[in-house]
Structures are given as C-alpha cells and as structure tokens.
C-alpha cells in the first residue's frame, strides 16, 4: 500500500517538474506550483505521520480516529486494545474490547497473530478458561478483557518464540473488523 502511494507521488512530481512541449505557452507562476504540490503531499503526510505515531504509541491520534471521514453515522465502534505485562518477552497479553457506540455489537471469536519477518501463525481463540463465551454480545459502553497466556502457545510451536509481534483482530458477526495495533513480544528481530 505504501509502494503505491510513494509511487503515485513519485509520478505526480515527475509531471509536475517536467517542461511543457509547447514552448509558445505562458505557464503557470512558481508560487502555484508550490501550493499546488504541497495540497497534493498533505494528505499524504498526514497519514504517514499517523501511521508513525500509531507505532511509536500504540494507538492512532485521536483527533484522526473519531474523525468521521465519509459523512454517515458511526454507531457501531469498538475499541480494541492490546497490553502486554512485560516490555520484552511478555508471558501474558491482555486483550481489551470497550463497545464506544450506541449500539449492542455480537462478537465473534477473536484471532490471534504472531507475525514473524516473512511468516504468520494464526490462532482462533474460542473459548476461555475451558468454557466456550463466543459469540459474545457487548451493550454499549461496556467493556470485555481476556487475560492470554503465551507461554501455552510456545508450548506448542518452539518457533513462534521466533516471531516479534503480535497482533489480534475480531469481527462481528456481520463481518466488520476491528484490529487492535500490534505490540511486540521479542526482543530482537530473528530469533
């Protein structure tokens, strides 16, 4: 995605910096060209410096989160957040879900991601404590918390030790995601 957007830029300053052919036309001043470049590039830095501070964080700037970009009502919202007990080499992660909308959402199971450099490994988290609690039905402005042991995932694959971050998603059952950021379990990058 980001291949794609540097691309585009790279292409619309390309044309923008080349001399027209015909050479009789009078072009435009370089002060418009200037604003115009820069109304080009300032969606695009907006994003990028969201995107850094959502990593740096661990959540995305509020003031770019709430912000309703394509007009209709946003009733059904459900924050998700990931935790982890340690700063490197966490056993446990604590799974958030705050319901902020106005609306009851079911949930489906969530789905837990170790992501690796080149790798992923899924795990489909249905039941807790033994007891199987999905699909769960959130009201609003409740909240739901799951307390997950890795240690009992590492005991079953050696390799996902390996891997350097986690990430969790959960759908409802109409199919809308939601992604809590990823957080990093490892402290070094290969092994």
Same mark, same amino acid.
């Given at each position: 995605?980001?291949? *794609?957007?540097?691309?585009?830029?790279?292409?619309?300053?390309?044309?923008?910096?080349?001399?027209?052919? %015909?050479?009789?036309?009078?072009?435009?001043?370089?002060? +418009?060209? /200037?604003?115009? =470049?820069?109304?080009?590039?300032?969606?695009?830095?907006?994003?990028?410096?969201?995107? @850094? #501070?959502?990593?740096?964080?661990?959540?995305?700037?509020?003031?770019? !989160?709430?912000?309703?970009?394509?007009?209709?009502?946003?009733?059904?919202?459900? &924050?998700? %957040? =990931?935790?982890? &007990?340690?700063? #490197?080499?966490?056993? *446990?992660?604590?799974?958030?879900?705050?319901?902020?909308?106005?609306?009851?959402? &079911?949930? %489906?199971?969530?789905?837990?991601?170790?992501?690796?450099?080149?790798?992923?490994?899924?795990?489909?988290?249905?039941?807790?404590?033994?007891?199987?609690? #999905?699909?769960?039905?959130?009201?609003?402005?409740?909240?739901?918390?799951?307390?997950?042991?890795?240690?009992?995932? #590492?005991?079953?694959? +050696?390799?996902? +030790?390996?891997?350097?971050?986690? !990430?969790?998603?959960?759908? &409802?059952? +109409?199919?809308? @995601?939601?992604? %809590?950021?990823?957080?990093?379990?490892?402290? /070094?990058?290969?092994?």
């Amino acid at each position: 995605m980001m291949k *794609r957007v540097v691309g585009i830029v790279f292409v619309l300053v390309a044309m923008l910096t080349q001399p027209a052919l %015909a050479q009789n036309e009078i072009g435009p001043e370089g002060g +418009k060209l /200037y604003w115009l =470049l820069l109304i080009i590039l300032l969606p695009f830095a907006i994003i990028l410096l969201n995107s @850094r #501070y959502e990593r740096k964080n661990g959540a995305a700037f509020k003031g770019l !989160k709430n912000l309703n970009w394509f007009g209709g009502s946003s009733k059904r919202r459900l &924050d998700v %957040a =990931l935790r982890k &007990d340690q700063k #490197y080499n966490p056993t *446990r992660v604590k799974l958030i879900i705050r319901n902020t909308g106005n609306q009851a959402i &079911d949930l %489906a199971p969530p789905l837990l991601s170790f992501n690796g450099l080149f790798t992923k490994r899924s795990f489909l988290i249905k039941s807790v404590n033994g007891q199987l609690i #999905y699909p769960l039905y959130l009201e609003p402005g409740r909240e739901h918390k799951i307390d997950i042991n890795l240690q009992g995932f #590492y005991n079953k694959d +050696k390799k996902l +030790k390996s891997f350097g971050f986690v !990430k969790l998603s959960v759908k &409802d059952v +109409k199919g809308r @995601r939601f992604n %809590a950021p990823k957080v990093r379990v490892n402290k /070094y990058l290969f092994f």
